[in-house]
């Protein structure tokens, strides 16, 4: 009789193959039939909806110019929302780390009053249902006038994203060690100087991880999109479309599959660009406990 | 750190200054200083908003008259009432329940599987790692939408695979239907299927959020308690049982907590899969509903504040037994 030990590994060996392979299907699938359904011609894929794979020689990019092509020429106008899209999650990047890194370094190194406490406001705004804060953010901007606006929705993923943002950075700011920054104000440098020519190189891999990440965030946002631009087709980001569009029955399938792969290439080009940045900062603290 | 704190404290405490700032003071209004403009952004756009819908659900409001309404106006506990008494309300709240405790579940075990499968190294392991992580950062409608697409009845693989391959009668409508009768071993089961499609689509979306959190402890255990115990003979399941658990439990409270917070705030995901039709009703899309179909804006913020009052006992239930735990290690 062979021990349990023994017969145990032989089984898990074999199982581990087994899971990883389902994992690998089950993750990339969806992808990759996002991408194959988007070359082919929508009647081809009524007709014979289980065929998966199509050769190279039915590939037709058609699909991709009526979905890029402005509304005017007949198309859906994603180039449009590709640049709104764009311009939102920039802005919206550059912004939330200009007033995170102050924030982080402040919460990281400088002893203040109501330091504590802000810890608490923080967590608390990471949690919050961002449900609740429509209500009262739909009524505002209908008043200001800034629904409909990319630059209110801006603000929103800023506010969205500071305290995520200052947490991560935070936590890698910690590990800088602080005598440098003394002798830093031993050669007379202010603290802002300090932050700028001594703290900020050395954080730039986590500044980096930061900026895509809020830069995901932003990109991939569509409630509040969904609440504030709806009514404005032109302001409309690239979420937001592809959510209307596949919502009637006027556009079809694989035109908006077409779509779905502009919407996802940028993120999935980034982040495999990026991956352990990504990751590392993510998880950071995590081991701890 | 502390060998500094003495002196400054004391320099802090020896008499009010009308001399040049103390160090500590300086450092406290550089502090606040820095911290301001998130704090004035993170007041402004969620602070004083969320204050602002508690003051909302308390009057009677609809989207034409909001410009009539101001601090002092007209409290009342109508829409609480109103909320509280009307059909679906209860329904819905207990379907987030079932949707958040099925996903967080489902998304910590498989992010589990997930972890133990690619914790040995192998050719590739980056790439498959990397590849596991899509579903978690891809944008939410462009998934939601092929999900759409590769259930649906008339065009998607699924039911056509099903039909050619699994001998299914017809085909299958995962997003549409509400229940979806089944019998097994004689015993007929209603399953309430549009539900359990969207708890599976959240366990697949976020499993690597869960495998990633994992994957970061369970390299961080120590390599020589697992050996010892292989070369005593331990099998697999006893290392993971007695050794690797244990140093988990911390991590997978925490994921519980906080994919149980994000799931029952979650709106994107079930309005976008179903819109909340066929047995899938959350909380959030019914406030969305009362939001923009009705523009019922007191009644939403009512049903808002009963979704947060849920989040802060949760909350308070994290912070009770979680938190202090975590800043003890941290000190």
């Known amino acids: ?289 | 750190m502390v060998a500094t704190r003495e002196p400054e404290a004391a320099r802090a405490a020896s008499g009010p200054s009308k001399r040049p700032l103390t160090r500590r003071q300086r450092e406290n209004r550089a502090g606040l200083a820095y911290l301001s403009p998130t704090l004035i952004v993170v007041l402004v756009v969620v602070v004083l908003p969320i204050l602002w819908t508690v003051m909302l659900a308390f009057q009677r409001i609809r989207l034409i008259n909001v410009r009539r309404v101001g601090v002092f106006g007209q409290y009342t506990l109508a829409n609480l009432e109103l909320v509280l008494t009307s059909p679906g309300f209860w329904t819905s709240v207990w379907t987030t329940l079932v949707y958040t405790i099925g996903a967080t579940f489902f998304s910590i075990a498989f992010g589990l599987v997930a972890a133990l499968a690619l914790r040995g190294r192998f050719r590739g392991r980056t790439l498959v790692r990397a590849s596991v992580l899509l579903p978690y950062v891809a944008p939410v409608v462009a998934v939601t939408f092929v999900w759409e697409v590769l259930l649906s009845p008339q065009f998607g693989a699924v039911n056509n695979w099903g039909v050619r391959f699994l001998g299914w009668d017809r085909p299958i409508a995962f997003l549409s239907q509400r229940e979806y009768s089944m019998s097994l071993f004689g015993w007929h089961v209603d399953l309430p299927l549009a539900l359990l499609t969207v708890i599976a689509f959240e366990a697949w979306r976020y499993f690597p959020f869960a495998f990633l959190f994992l994957l970061a402890r369970l390299q961080a255990v120590p390599r020589d308690l697992e050996e010892a115990a292989v070369v005593d003979g331990a099998a697999p399941t006893q290392v993971f049982r007695h050794i690797l658990l244990p140093q988990l439990g911390a991590v997978i409270a925490l994921l519980t907590v906080l994919r149980f917070i994000m799931t029952f705030n979650k709106f994107d995901d079930v309005y976008l899969l179903t819109g909340g039709g066929a047995g899938t009703e959350v909380v959030s899309v019914r406030v969305y509903e009362f939001l923009t179909a009705r523009f019922d804006i007191g009644a939403a913020g009512a049903q808002a504040l009963v979704l947060a009052a849920g989040l802060i006992v949760l909350l308070a239930i994290y912070l009770r037994f979680l938190a202090p735990r975590v800043e003890e290690e941290e000190r």
């Open chain 1, 1 to 289: 009789m062979t021990d349990r030990a023994t017969v145990e590994r032989r089984v898990l060996g074999v199982l581990r193959w087994i899971v990883i392979g389902v994992l690998v299907v089950v993750t990339v699938f969806p992808f990759l039939y996002m991408l194959l359904l988007s070359v082919r011609p929508i009647d081809e894929v009524l007709q014979n909806p289980g065929r998966i794979w199509a050769g190279p020689g039915e590939w037709t990019l058609r699909t991709y110019r009526e979905v890029l092509t402005p509304v005017g020429d007949g198309g859906q106008g994603f180039l449009r929302f590709l640049g709104n899209s764009a311009m939102v999650s920039i802005a919206a990047t550059l912004l939330t780390l200009l007033v995170s890194i102050p924030g982080a370094y402040a919460v990281s190194r400088l002893r203040f009053v109501g330091r504590r406490q802000v810890h608490f406001l923080f967590l608390a705004v990471y949690l919050f249902p961002s449900i609740l804060l429509a209500i009262p953010l739909f009524v505002l901007f209908t008043r200001l006038g800034l629904r409909g606006s990319l630059a209110g929705l801006t603000i929103v993923y800023i506010a969205q994203t500071v305290p995520v943002s200052i947490y991560m950075l935070r936590n890698y700011l910690s590990t800088i060690p602080e005598s440098l920054e003394e002798a830093a104000a031993m050669d007379g440098y202010s603290r802002l100087q300090t932050l700028r020519k001594v703290v900020l190189p050395l954080a730039a891999p986590a500044v980096m991880a930061n900026a895509l990440y809020v830069f995901m965030i932003a990109w991939n946002e569509f409630l509040f999109a969904l609440l504030f631009l709806v009514e404005n087709r032109s302001n409309w980001t690239v979420s937001l479309g592809l959510a209307q569009l596949s919502g009637g029955i006027e556009v079809s399938k694989t035109v908006l599959m077409a779509g779905s792969v502009v919407l996802t290439l940028p993120i999935v080009v980034l982040f495999f660009a990026a991956e352990r940045l990504l990751t590392e900062g993510l998880t950071a603290g995590a081991d701890k406990g």
